[in-house]
């Protein structure tokens, strides 16, 4: 059996098991917490040397790091349904919008709520200013995003794919920094509402 | 024949002309200036609305964006040799390793560069206090690589691979903002050599 090294607040595990609930993979799942330092401890840097979460343990004990990485390992030994795409050019279109919205909205939100958020007081040297500008740069994002799916209903054209999980629990994420789709925003909203409703978006 | 929009002086297009040069893929490739604001201009944006270089113009016009997807389908294409892994194992080995790559090494990097240094000055808002913080995470991030490299000649393993790739643009990248391997470095110096010596490094 599959085992899955978690945070349950943390937004890179949630990417996999979204990916693994959408195409209804068995596995065991670890919680950790990473406010508890549990992914720091010896027994975790023995499966994570950078002590990061989402590990993926194999069958033959091998860990599998980095959550793009693993879901790429899960489309190749579950492909049904498949999430980044069926040809080269389509897993090329969600592929690309995977890596922009990873760098331009996901990338900054954790760096909006490193420097803004109470929890990492005391944690971090934190640099307020930063973290608004970083913010805004999340903000700007989405409103791009919000254009894009007035054209194609999901985030990488006429299908549901891993774009969308990036995206979702991106935004999920965003919520403690105070990161929300506005009301103008009728084609985000849309969307939003559409993923939530799906049950992998609880997993 | 391929076409690749360029910018000499940026590190996602790097990327692309190594990965590129090692495959012996001949493309035309098209400079721009971003610094004289090329990439913003009405002509470019109708091929990438994000105003960002690299991008690949197959034979029927598709444009592909986002260096990583780029090369993926670049791999595709031209298998050999093989870059990113032949087995599914590899594949995610290879991944993971880039990933960890652009994000604890190149996003800060490129963080750094745009808050410290003067290209930057009255074009954005910068926050010097914050690229402090984003370069000592760099070379927090290429002691860890040079521990790594302690114990296997490549990044990713024995083999020269995408990650090599990743990593070699993102150490060049960090010259201007004055990241560079350090003297006690020496597995990370040995590996920096050795990819330097290859052709593709010129490309």
């Not at 049904?80 to 389509?90: K, T």
């Not at 506005?182 to 409703?197: F, S, Y």
Request: aromatic content about 10%.
């Amino acid at each position: 059996m599959l085992k899955l090294y978690n945070d349950p607040f943390a937004p890179s595990p949630r990417r996999v098991r979204m990916f693994m609930a959408e195409k209804a993979i068995e596995y065991e799942r670890i919680d950790l917490s990473i406010a508890a330092g549990e992914t720091q401890n010896a027994g975790f840097l023995a499966l994570n040397p950078l002590g990061e979460v989402p590990v993926l343990v194999l069958d033959d004990g091998q860990c599998l790091t980095e959550s793009l990485a693993i879901c790429r390992y899960l489309e190749q030994r579950f492909p049904e349904p498949p999430l980044l795409g069926v040809d080269a050019l389509e897993q090329t279109r969600i592929d690309s919008v995977v890596q922009r919205i990873m760098f331009r909205a996901y990338v900054p939100s954790t760096l909006a709520f490193r420097h803004t958020h109470k929890f990492w007081q005391g944690r971090i040297e934190q640099v307020p200013e930063f973290g608004a500008i970083a913010k805004q740069q999340v903000l700007d994002e989405w409103q791009l995003l919000n254009d894009t799916l007035a054209e194609r209903p999901f985030m990488a054209g006429d299908q549901f794919s891993f774009a969308d999980i990036v995206a979702y629990t991106t935004l999920e994420f965003g919520k403690p920094s105070g990161i929300r789709v506005n009301d103008h925003q009728t084609h985000l909203k849309r969307w939003q509402a559409e993923i939530a409703a799906r049950p992998s978006a609880k997993a």
